[in-house]
């Protein structure tokens, strides 16, 4: 359901970048409300928000806390979504290490109870995927697991930085793997001592797992 829900939040997200890129609103101009938008693009209250989110996140849109959502002043010919998809595969890693590694240090700190069984249901999701060999379901579930820890951190800001990203993971990963899942399956114990080091609040062991996963991410 929730992929269905991204997919939606996408498409919509394409439809107001294209109503802005052919004048429907210019520089500085007001979008509608979000039930104004609701209607226009017929889906609901949440997909409107993720389309929306996406764009203040690529630097479209922004928010202005009780006057409304404005269209920014950005070359709309390339947003910062596809100057990424231009970057090759070790500059993205590299930003995703920094981030990452912020992530899992505040995750330690931060994380709840409710976090914590987040995490391991996505791990487990993930152990799952990879004796059944889906594929698809191990890559949801591997960027579900490190979504889940994002949002352990109590960073919002963090959070949705990793989920821009998720877009991009999943295509390395449908190229990576064209077929088995052997990356998934050799990583898998280091995925385990990432848990077990959030949830032991050892910060050290949480920095230095995350980094051997993305050193051995090709």
Known sequence: MNDIKERLG???????????????WKQNDKIPSEGELMEMYSVGRSTIREAVRSLVEIGIL??????????????????IDQRLRRADFDELN???????LEIVNLAVINR????????SEQLKARKDAIFEENRQDCINADI????????????????????????LIRDFFLKREKQGLSHFAMSHHLHEQLYLAIQQGDAAKARQITNEILENNY
């Open 10 to 24: 996408d498409k919509v997200s394409r439809q107001i970048r294209h109503d802005i890129t052919s004048g429907r």
């Open 62 to 79: 922004t928010v202005q806390q009780g006057s409304g959502t404005f269209v920014n002043e950005v070359n709309l010919s390339e947003t």
């Open 94 to 100: 590299a930003v995703r290490k920094l981030l990452e």
């Open 112 to 119: 709840s109870t409710e976090n914590l069984e987040l995490i």
């Open 144 to 167: 579900a697991f490190h979504a889940a820890i994002a949002d352990a951190s109590a960073n919002k800001v963090l959070a949705d930085l990793y989920r821009s990203f998720t877009t």
